[in-house]
T-cell receptor
């Protein structure tokens, strides 16, 4: 079945470390997104990419970085510059024609905790 | 700027009772509206969407929503809930904000539906 795989499901990071969250999709979608979810705040867009080798900052990109070297993959790196990284991170994808209008497909998320 | 307001952060309801989860949006242009459901420690799943046409939209799991342009609302309803409907529900609107020509989702803050036995 087609879908989005996020790994790991749980991740612990020491302060000052960079960590990378994986997102892989086999839906042949062009557009991919990273969201951060905090209790009571809904979802906030970190980065998005509409095509390979191109990506754009979302609303809260500071302290994060991404790459899009393959259509199927859109990893997110949480850098030491991100002051409050503990959150639930969600990856999503959509076809590029009117992206998002058909609805997003979401992965099952990665819960990152700073220890 | 567009925004989405979910008026209730938590809604408790007894099993087999009806439920309505409220969503209001602000927009000066045509919008596309969505409801997503999130089960604990899972991603979001699309319940239903309104793009155009009939204002009553039916989705999965027996849910439906009605688009009301004059009240700028898109409330989600189910006539009889089950324990398995316990989850968080997000309303979202698409806004053509970015210069790149893509669309941006604006999510509400979510409503936790708790179905009681």
């Amino acid at each position: 079945d087609g879908g989005i795989t996020q790994s790991p499901k749980y991740l612990f990071r020491k302060e000052g470390q960079n960590v990378t969250l994986s997102c892989e999709q086999n839906l042949n979608h062009d557009a991919m997104y990273w969201y951060r979810q905090d209790p009571g705040q809904g979802l906030r867009l970190i980065y998005y990419s509409q095509i390979v080798n191109d990506f754009q900052k979302g609303d809260i990109a500071e302290g994060y970085s991404v790459s899009r070297e393959k259509k199927e993959s859109f990893p997110l790196t949480v850098t030491s510059a991100q002051k409050n990284p503990t959150a639930f991170y969600l990856c999503a994808s959509s076809p590029n024609e009117l992206p998002g209008v058909g609805g997003y497909t979401f992965g099952s998320g990665t819960r990152l905790t700073v220890v | 700027a567009q925004s989405v307001t979910q008026l209730d952060s938590q809604v408790p309801v007894f099993e087999e009772a009806p439920v309505e989860l409220r969503c209001n949006y602000s927009s000066s242009v045509s919008v596309y509206l969505f409801w997503y459901v999130q089960y604990p420690n899972q991603g979001l799943q699309l319940l239903l969407k309104y793009l155009s046409g009939s204002t009553l939209v039916k989705g999965i799991n027996g849910f439906e929503a009605e688009f009301n342009k004059s009240q700028t609302s898109f409330h989600l309803r189910k006539p009889s809930v089950h324990i398995s409907d316990t989850a968080e529900y997000f309303c979202a609107v698409i806004s053509p904000l970015y210069d790149s020509g893509t669309y941006k989702y604006i999510f509400g803050t979510g409503t936790r539906l708790k179905v009681l036995a």
